[in-house]
């Protein structure tokens, strides 16, 4: 018989296995949940990543459809070699879905300095200076541009090894560390400036780092954080934002009719006589041809304009229809083999102060009064005519041969995110459409100079993501 001393004995034994077991199950329970935990957080981490994947992916295709979209929107414009209007309820340049993706046309306002929200448009690479055709005179009255600076980029891009005035050759860039060979020859991208000697990012950027033309927090804030700013609240770009190298001479051969263009340097003034005659009548075509002259030569189609004594609206009837060979002086049509001679003309509807002011005969005293009269007079300005309204006469035949008011060359900045206002994207498009189809000539990736949009589009999405949870 079994003693009620020894169950007494074995009673506490039992408990303290019995407790022993429920404290090991207790950290395996706990060992468990911690898996658990560790797995929901890296499946939660996958499913983030995932979804960021796919929203880059997202923006990327939103970016390719962008340029097709303009693209598109280039061949069909109704005045060939003109900018899209931003008020043509067809043109979409801000907020533009596609499927769960946003794109964005980041652009620039040529009439007002830069501020602190974005613009939405194309760009008008023809608004620019060339960096291969530019003389150095007319570089150097850019902002934050030196002379030394100036010279090392004609010398950089022309043919031969001889120093110019403050320039730089071979024996400079030889000297460099590491060491590389002065060019020589047309830059391929403006971004190819690094490499001229005396360029620094202060001379080439300015404040807009990112390159997107607004005033950023950090481009506003002294030294607090790059870039190195002034803190007076306005933007000052540097001179990338004023120059191109893809605008070009590219008149089309015919008009829009499909008729050919009128010579009005061709010896042979019967084609000439015809279109006034056509255009304005025998009366006045008899009087604009006597007011000429016999064998008068134009180096622009402006200088004809104004030798011609026709009135804005007469102009602007058969202005179309007029080209200009250059015979043995430098003109608008920019022929000839040597680079130097070259005149790729800016267009003076789209082109900013800064770039007008670089302008022979044009300059600092009426670059201003050029946009002043763009923006009281945006109906009148279908032809080069409106620029002798401004212009004293010879200062309008000096800056002839350099202005022109169509365009066909183009840049697409594309800003784009996927689902949920995510994976931002952002590429740079060169287009051209001298040729009657808009063709990509250039293409870059500029995601990695950061958010491109503003502070106000970047609390926008961040509400739309909010409210989609």
Not at 243 to 264: C, F, H, I, K, W
Not at 390 to 409: C, N, R, S, W
Request: proline share 4%; aromatic share 8%; glycine share 8%.
């Amino acid at each position: 018989m079994t003693s009620p001393c020894y169950l007494r004995y074995q009673t506490p034994d039992l408990g303290y296995r019995e407790a022993a077991v429920l404290i090991v199950v207790l950290w395996m329970c706990a060992g468990l949940v911690a898996l658990v935990l560790v797995f929901g957080q890296i499946v939660a981490l996958e499913y983030r990543s995932a979804d960021s994947t796919v929203a880059g992916i997202q923006a990327e295709q939103a970016a390719e459809s962008a340029i097709r979209y303009v693209c598109y929107t280039l061949e069909n414009l109704e005045t060939s070699g003109a900018m899209p209007d931003v008020d043509d309820a067809e043109y979409k340049a801000e907020a533009v879905f596609l499927g769960d993706a946003l794109f964005w046309l980041l652009g620039r306002d040529p009439n007002a300095r830069p501020g602190t929200m974005p613009i939405f448009s194309m760009v008008d690479e023809c608004s620019k200076l060339n960096l291969n055709t530019a003389t150095a005179e007319m570089l150097a009255n850019l902002p934050r541009m030196t002379p030394e600076f100036a010279a090392a980029i004609v010398d950089w891009r022309d043919t031969d090894s001889q120093v110019s005035e403050n320039g730089a050759e071979a024996e400079t860039y030889t000297l460099r560390k590491p060491a590389y060979r002065c060019k020589n020859g047309p830059f391929e991208t403006v971004l190819e400036l690094k490499m001229v000697y005396g360029a620094n990012d202060e001379i080439l950027f300015g404040e807009d780092t990112n390159l997107n033309g607004v005033l950023d927090p950090n481009e506003n804030d002294g030294e607090a954080s790059l870039p190195s700013d002034n803190q007076d609240g306005e933007l000052d770009p540097g001179i990338v934002e004023y120059l191109t190298v893809y605008s070009r001479n590219s008149q089309p051969a015919e008009t829009a009719d499909g008729g050919s263009l009128v010579d009005v340097n061709s010896k042979d003034q019967e084609n000439l006589r015809s279109l006034l005659r056509e255009t304005l009548g025998e009366n006045r075509a008899n009087d604009i041809v006597s007011q000429l002259g016999a064998g008068a030569e134009f180096r622009s189609i402006l200088e004809f304009y104004i030798r011609s004594k026709m009135t804005p609206d007469e102009f602007d009837k058969l202005a179309d229809s007029l080209t200009i060979s250059s015979g043995d002086s430098e003109s608008e049509s920019g022929a000839g083999s040597d680079m130097e001679a070259e005149i790729v003309p800016v267009n003076v509807n789209t082109a900013c102060e800064e770039v007008l002011t670089c302008i022979p005969g044009i300059g600092s005293s009426y670059a201003s009064a050029l946009v002043a009269y763009r923006l009281g007079h945006p109906k009148n300005l279908d032809s080069v005519a409106w620029v002798a309204q401004v212009l004293d006469e010879d200062a309008a035949i000096q800056a002839g041969p350099y202005l022109t008011t169509h365009t066909y060359q183009f840049s697409a900045d594309v800003a784009a995110v996927g689902q949920n206002g995510r994976g931002y994207r952002r590429i740079y498009y060169a287009l051209d459409i001298g040729d009657g189809q808009a063709k990509v000539v250039y293409r870059r990736d500029r995601t990695d100079l950061g958010w491109a949009l503003g502070r106000e589009i970047r609390s926008q999405l961040s509400e739309w993501r909010a409210s989609t949870k």
